[in-house]
């Protein structure tokens, strides 16, 4: 299976790594417009500042490759918020993929949220064999309200979409990397997904 992971520069890389080799799978690294189609796979990682991140997106010109693609997208964290239409974080404008705009936690909770929370609500193929209620990692102060496309939810000062389905392109909140046996049976789901549209 060829997996690509989006290099933008912008993100968690060599634990998304680790994480595929620990399911037999190798993530090459590439921004190369060509070897990005090619993929059965696409991981779209991101750790950090979001107007920043969407500057090198359209640096290489990825803000316009990643919303052609057919084969079946995975957003972590930060690339979740991106395929979003908006994000609160530097005004940034998004992808436009997820029809929901991205909002900052108030001042009432200690952000980042930084940690373990539950995931429930599940109402995909990406959460077979994940009971409701199984834990995972997230690290965020931004986060998708409730929206037609919520396929996940967590409960964080309100309750949220902690994950995110639209056609081939999925969005995970927290980090599935970071996030134990039931993080990597996610990554493992996305593997086995057979989406083309």
Known sequence: ???????????NIQSIQFALERHG???ILSSD??????????????????????KKLKESGLDLLIPTLKQPV???CLGMQLLCKSTEEGNTKGLGIFD???????????????????IYNL????????????????????????CTEMIATTNYEKEYATALQKNNFYGVQFHPEKSGTFGEQVLKNFLFLNSKF
């Open 100 to 118: 929901v705009d991205i909002l900052k936690f108030s001042n009432k909770v200690k952000v980042p949220q930084m940690g373990w929370n539950t």
């Open 1 to 11: 299976m060829n997996i690509v992971i989006i290099d933008y520069g912008a993100g």
């Open 74 to 76: 995975l957003g972590i």
């Open 25 to 27: 799978f190798i993530g």
């Open 123 to 146: 109402k995909s193929p990406l959460f077979q064999d994940i009971k409701e209620h199984e834990f995972m990692y997230l690290v965020h102060s931004f986060y998708a309200p409730k």
């Open 33 to 54: 417009w060509s070897e990005i189609q090619k993929a059965d796979k696409v991981i779209f990682p991101g750790v950090g500042e979001a107007s920043s991140a969407m």
